[in-house]
Structure formats: structure tokens, C-alpha cells
């Protein structure tokens, strides 16, 4: 079962912060952050290994609590640059799961000047 | 420079016919995958391999077949099983456990 994001669609300022949730039904080893532009690869934004971990890079950082099967990414002070659709990826444990990513079905963000 | 090459970029399919989407990487990495992904819908699993000569399906595998003969390479056939291919495939590389490297994905169409 994959993994629900909200909101599913953020219309941002320039300059706007924005938060995306991904929540997922089943027990997680890790989440991956991606990107993806129109018409493009996705980009690896980043990944969240631990419980309660929270990783930045630049002004996008991320959390995740293990206890909730939560993660949420945060984007501050956001910039046109970071229009694009979101997707966080929930990694099983072990076994053939370990490395398997399930998606969810992505939020779009779109940042305006 | 590394990274992962899909060709051809953009495929039509008659009805009744076979067509194979070539993924090849040179990261050196253990594992690969193959996504599908419809417009305004995020990635769905089609098949993965954590080794070479081994491989699992994912979500979506009906109507697909891939083999993993060369640890670089790992083609995608999409069979005339599959009564709706049209889509966007993307092929993955990963090390297990760490961030996948997506290749610019091939473009399937219905003549």
C-alpha cells in the first residue's frame, strides 16, 4: 500500500514556506525525498534512516517519526526553483523488501514570483 | 561520466506486439528498478533485481517480463499482455538502501 501525501497541491509566493506530509500505513526502514519536473527523471532530494531523524540541505529539510510513520519535508523561503511534484518513497526492512520503495502519488508545488 | 542511460526515449507499439525498453547503467550499483508512471500518478513498481541473475515483481508486473543477466543492464519487455502500456517508464539504480538514479525515462505510445 503506498504511501499518502498532503496536500496534494500548494500554490506558494516566492519567498513562502510549504510543508508536505507523507504518511504511510505500514513499518518503515526509511523515507527517500524526490523532485521531479515536467517531462523529467526525479531527483533525489533526500533520505531519513532513523526514526525522529531530520535532515536538512540549504533551505528543504525533512523529518521523520517512526513511532507515526510519518515524515514531513519543509521548504522555507522557497524560490522558483522548487516548482516541481514532490514524492516520498517508504523503504521496507529486510529481505527482498530492503531497498524497494513504494511511492506516493505526489504533491505539486508551484512557486510563483 | 556515470549514470543511467534508457533508450530509445520515445517507443509506439502496434497492437499484438512486443517492445523492450533498454535500462543500462555504469554506477556500479547492485540494484535496479523499473517504474511506470500515468500522468498526474506517482511511480509504480513494475519489477526490481537486487543482484545480477535475480529479480522480484513489484506492484504492477502483469503484462511485463525483464531479465538481469549483466549487472549494468536490465531491459524491460513490455508484452501484448499489457492492454494499456501507454505511459512514462522510468529505469533506477541504487546501491540497497540508498538513493535511486533515475534515467531519463522512455515514452511509450499506442500506434
Known amino acids: 500500500q503506498q504511501p499518502v501525501q498532503s496536500p496534494q497541491a500548494v500554490i506558494l509566493r516566492e519567498g513562502e514556506d510549504a510543508v508536505i506530509n507523507c504518511s504511510s500505513s505500514?513499518?518503515?526502514?526509511?523515507v527517500h525525498w524526490y523532485r521531479q519536473k515536467h517531462g523529467e527523471a526525479p531527483v533525489f532530494l533526500m533520505i531519513?534512516?532513523?526514526?525522529?531523524e531530520q535532515k536538512g540541505h540549504e533551505k528543504i529539510s525533512a523529518s521523520f517519526n517512526e513511532k507515526k510513520q510519518q515524515s514531513s519535508l519543509y521548504l522555507t523561503a522557497s524560490q522558483l526553483s522548487y516548482s516541481g511534484t514532490y514524492f516520498c518513497?517508504?523503504?521496507?526492512?529486510?529481505?527482498?523488501?530492503?531497498?524497494?520503495?513504494?511511492f506516493g502519488q505526489g504533491t505539486i508545488l508551484t512557486v510563483h514570483p | 561520466d556515470g549514470g543511467i542511460t534508457q533508450s530509445p526515449k520515445y517507443l509506439f507499439r502496434k497492437e499484438g506486439q512486443n517492445v523492450t525498453l533498454s535500462c543500462e547503467q555504469n554506477?556500479?550499483?547492485?540494484?535496479m528498478y523499473w517504474y511506470r508512471q500515468d500522468p498526474g500518478q506517482g511511480l509504480r513498481l513494475i519489477y526490481y533485481?537486487?543482484?545480477?541473475?535475480?529479480?522480484q515483481k513489484g506492484d504492477i508486473a502483469e503484462g511485463y517480463s525483464v531479465s538481469r543477466e549483466k549487472k549494468e543492464s536490465f531491459p524491460l519487455t513490455v508484452t501484448s499482455a499489457q492492454k494499456n502500456p501507454t505511459a512514462f517508464y522510468l529505469c533506477?539504480?541504487?546501491?540497497?538502501?540508498?538513493?535511486?538514479?533515475f534515467g531519463d525515462g522512455t515514452r511509450l505510445s499506442i500506434l
Open positions: 518513497g517508504g523503504c521496507g526492512a529486510g529481505g527482498t523488501s530492503y531497498g524497494k520503495l513504494t
Open positions: 531519513l534512516l532513523k526514526g525522529g
Open positions: 554506477l556500479n550499483h547492485d540494484a
Open positions: 505500514k513499518a518503515l526502514y526509511s
Open positions: 533485481s537486487q543482484i545480477v541473475n535475480d529479480f
Open positions: 533506477a539504480s541504487a546501491q540497497l538502501g540508498q538513493p535511486q538514479h
